[in-house]
């Protein structure tokens, strides 16, 4: 299955294009610009670096979520209005699972954090490829209770990967001690073509009108939304 990855979910824009188990592209910024502003040019790069027609492309995935808000709806529009125009179906892909195949744990278990703002992260855990825990925006304290109770005897450690690394190591340093492990700074960030791979091994089509954001909790917007209209209904 030959695809084309869009991520900006997170600080990071990222693209891919992978053949199978092929990496044929893949690219990622983190600049001033809006993601709105890289994007398309990337992915229109994509496509000449690698050699590819995007008529050729099977399937176009996108990371959905969790993440930013704004950048996770940049990142599945521009995907569903690429589906949409070239008939091709989409791959949804969870952001907290494509970070955690975004490094190299060796025997140690993987508990991928995204920062979720007002002191909460979103976070699972994995093990040699297993999910041991469901995504979840929670605070890093009862984060780091629940990934305690889950990890198996065997693992060596915890290693922490993703944007609220730098914001939480602090406290999770305190309070898992030795267990802690932290990728490097330049490897902290889900990798496009990590991203493209595990679509390709899940395989799960979708049309492009069924692609959607995965928020863990509702957006701000949301919230406002359903305030003005219960002020409205008083």
């Known amino acids: 299955m030959r695809l084309l990855l869009i991520d900006t979910s997170g600080p990071v824009c990222g693209v891919a294009v992978t053949d199978e188990d092929r990496v044929l592209y893949e690219a990622v910024t983190q600049n001033r610009n809006t993601h709105s ?9 994509a496509f000449r670096s690698a050699g590819v027609k995007p008529e050729e492309i099977d399937a176009i995935a996108a990371v959905v979520g969790p993440g930013s808000f ?4 940049i990142g599945v ?13 989409c791959i949804a892909v969870d ?15 993987v508990c991928p954090i995204q920062d979720a703002r007002a002191g909460q992260v979103y976070g699972a855990a994995f093990y040699r490829g297993e ?18 109770g889950l990890i198996p005897p065997e693992a060596e450690g915890l290693l922490f990967t993703g944007d609220g690394v ?4 602090e406290v999770i340093q305190e309070r898992m001690g030795e267990k802690a492990r932290f990728a490097p700074p330049a490897f902290c960030f889900l990798r496009p ?18 692609l959607k954001e995965y928020y863990l909790r509702p ?13 409205e209904h008083e």
């Open 77 to 89: 529009a521009t995907a569903k209005g690429l589906a949409h125009g070239s008939g091709k179906p």
């Open 95 to 109: 952001a907290l699972e494509a970070l955690s195949r975004s490094v190299e744990p060796g025997n140690m278990a």
């Open 37 to 45: 502003t890289n994007l398309m040019p990337m992915v229109e790069e």
């Open 219 to 231: 957006p701000k917007a949301d919230k406002n939304k359903k305030l003005l209209e219960a002020m």
């Open 166 to 169: 730098p914001v939480c190591r």
């Open 193 to 210: 073509a990590a991203a493209a791979l595990l679509a390709a091994e899940k395989g799960e089509l979708t049309d492009y009108l069924s």
């Open 70 to 73: 704004t950048g996770v709806r």
């Open 131 to 148: 999910r041991l825990m469901q995504d979840e925006a929670l605070k890093i304290g009862l984060f780091l209770d629940k990934v305690t």
